[in-house]
């Protein structure tokens, strides 16, 4: 089997993303395969304060939100030693990013977190569902324990 060389991990940001990102910084260790990590903004980021979601409504505040989704970003990669052209942010659906830019930078592991889904939300699908149907590399789903 062909070493893998190039691996995408799909961050979310979630408490147990640490776990999937630990899981994908020992893989490219191993395989000493490049490592890239691509966050999507499927929403507009809302701060939560005492008073609940805040939808931020002027220019400036948006900017900051960005800037804040992107600080994430940029600590996360320098955690994992990714360079900075392999970090990723777009908006768009995650599901589709995500395999949009494995197929662009030929990636040959995706690496995704995965909820033990049952009932209607397996029905509905989830990120780590499409991904592992329509990627046309490699996917390492994580297990995720639901809390
Ligand atoms: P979900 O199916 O939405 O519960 O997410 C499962 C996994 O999909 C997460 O652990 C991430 O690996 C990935 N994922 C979910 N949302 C995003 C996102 N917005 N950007 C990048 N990856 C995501």
Request: proline share 3%; charged share 20%; hydrophobic share 45%.
């Amino acid at each position: 089997m062909k070493d893998y060389q190039h691996i995408l991990l799909a961050v979310d940001y979630s408490e147990q993303g640490v776990y999937v990102a630990e899981k994908a910084r020992s893989l490219a260790y191993r395989y000493q395969a490049k490592l890239s990590i691509i966050h999507v903004l499927d929403n507009i980021p809302m701060p939560d304060t005492n008073y609940g979601t805040v939808i931020p409504l002027d220019q400036d505040s948006s900017d900051e939100l960005l800037e804040a989704e992107k600080a994430k970003l940029m600590q996360l990669g320098d955690q994992l030693n990714v360079d900075l052209a392999n970090r990723w942010m777009l908006w768009g659906v995650p599901k589709q990013e995500i395999i949009h830019i494995a197929e662009q930078e030929q990636v040959d592991l995706i690496v995704v977190g995965s909820h033990g889904r049952h009932g209607l939300a397996l029905l509905l699908g989830s990120t780590a569902n499409s991904v592992l149907h329509y990627a046309k590399c490699d996917v390492m789903a994580i297990r995720l324990q639901d809390a």
